[in-house]
Structures are given as C-alpha cells and as structure tokens.
C-alpha cells in the first residue's frame, strides 16, 4: 500500500461525498481529521502508540 496514494484516494472521496451533501457524519470527520493533522496537529492516540513503540 503507498500511504500517500491512499490518502489522495481519501480525499478525492471525501470531497465528492461532501460536494453531493449526502456524505455523512463520516465524510465530515475524515476531512476534519485530515486538515488537523495537515496543518500540523498531533496523531489521533491510538496512532501514536505504535510509533513511540518503534522509536520514530
């Protein structure tokens, strides 16, 4: 899996549910997680665990 790929992918669904204003709850919280950790806010918890695991 290529993570930046799959987060284009994301994305590109996310707006198209929203433009069709049936996306959902979903739809909104995935942008929302996605413009807070793109303007530079923390890993959701459960994110950062594995990586302070494996010492990055």
């Given at each position: 899996?290529?993570?930046n790929e799959t987060l284009a992918?994301?994305?590109a669904?996310?707006?198209s549910q929203l433009?069709?204003?049936c996306g959902g709850?979903?739809?909104e919280l995935v942008q929302?997680?996605?413009e807070w950790m793109s303007g530079g806010g923390f890993l959701p918890?459960?994110?950062q665990v594995h990586w302070m695991?494996?010492?990055i």
């Amino acid at each position: 899996m290529d993570p930046n790929e799959t987060l284009a992918m994301i994305r590109a669904l996310v707006s198209s549910q929203l433009e069709l204003e049936c996306g959902g709850e979903l739809a909104e919280l995935v942008q929302a997680l996605d413009e807070w950790m793109s303007g530079g806010g923390f890993l959701p918890h459960d994110w950062q665990v594995h990586w302070m695991r494996i010492g990055i």
